[in-house]
């Protein structure tokens, strides 16, 4: 269970208003910045926000076979949150969700960024540990 979760808070956003305000433009970014250090999506969902005044920004995941990517826009705040988080189970992928993390803000070319690293569960020494404890133990 061992893993990394990368969450942030991007506030005064500069990059081109499509990036906020459209949910394909928003697609696009995501599946090309997990693509790119080796992450493998599997699945997509992205909801259009659309008021009297056209679009009003979006919110979308992609399931990777990693764990996931999470980000929604506020055109009207210029600001972004992000969610991203690997599981390392099969292999350590906290490089490629740290540099699919980076991408992601450099996007939206933020004037100020609130970000947390959290690491998940057990590291992968301990669960070993663990695993050979309850399976010796049970004999």
């Excluded at 999506?41 to 990693?66: K, S």
Aim: hydrophobic share 40%.
């Amino acid at each position: 269970m061992d893993g990394l979760h990368l969450v942030a808070e991007l506030y005064d956003c500069r990059c081109a208003v499509t990036r906020l305000q459209s949910a394909d433009a928003l697609r696009d970014i995501c599946l090309a910045v997990c693509q790119a250090p080796g992450l493998t999506p599997v699945g997509q969902l992205f909801h259009q926000f659309v008021t009297q005044g056209g679009p009003a920004g979006a919110t979308g995941a992609v399931i990777l076979a990693e764990s996931h990517l999470a980000v929604h826009t506020w055109p009207e705040l210029n600001a972004v949150t992000l969610d991203l988080y690997v599981c390392n189970f099969s292999r350590d992928n906290s490089a490629a969700a740290r540099r699919a993390f980076e991408e992601m803000i450099a996007a939206f070319v933020p004037g100020r960024i609130e970000r947390r690293e959290i690491r998940r569960g057990a590291c992968r020494e301990q669960a070993l540990a663990l695993s050979e404890r309850c399976s010796s133990s049970s004999k």
